[in-house]
């Protein structure tokens, strides 16, 4: 039988794929309506199974907490990727916009591994 994580990657993977032909047809990454919908594709590639699952309720491999906190990370990332590709050429304190953007993401990524390390730990010791 397949999963109900399964289903909904399924659908979330076809909605992505609509979206990044939308996102093609506009062209330039550059131009707002392809920005905004190349964001949501990755969006929804990303988070949008974790997002329906969550707000089902449904902790069947994963808990309904750490879906959210995966669709927190994906959000902030697609939010950093949205502001380098919009203000790419700003320099921020002699540092430019996206190399700051790329290490705010890696140190948040990093810093969510370890909190779920952790989560996972204490669940399993409970």
């Not at 939308?22 to 131009?31: E, I, T």
């Not at 974790?50 to 069947?60: K, P």
């Not at 949205?82 to 430019?96: D, I």
Request: avoid cysteine; glycine fraction near 12%; charged fraction near 15%.
């Amino acid at each position: 039988m397949v999963s109900r994580d399964t289903i909904a990657q399924f659908g979330a993977v076809a909605v992505a794929m609509a979206l990044a032909a939308l996102s093609a047809q506009f062209g330039d990454l550059n131009a707002a309506p392809s920005l905004l919908l190349a964001a949501a594709t990755y969006l929804v590639l990303f988070a949008g199974s974790h997002v329906y699952l969550a707000l089902r309720g449904d902790g069947e491999a994963v808990p309904v907490a750490a879906r959210w906190r995966f669709v927190g990370l994906v959000l902030g990332a697609v939010a950093a990727f949205v502001a380098a590709v919009r203000y790419g050429g700003v320099e921020v304190a002699g540092v430019r916009l996206e190399t700051l953007l790329a290490a705010v993401v890696g140190v948040s990524v990093l810093g969510y591994w370890g909190y779920e390390i952790r989560d996972g730990y204490r669940t399993a010791r409970s």
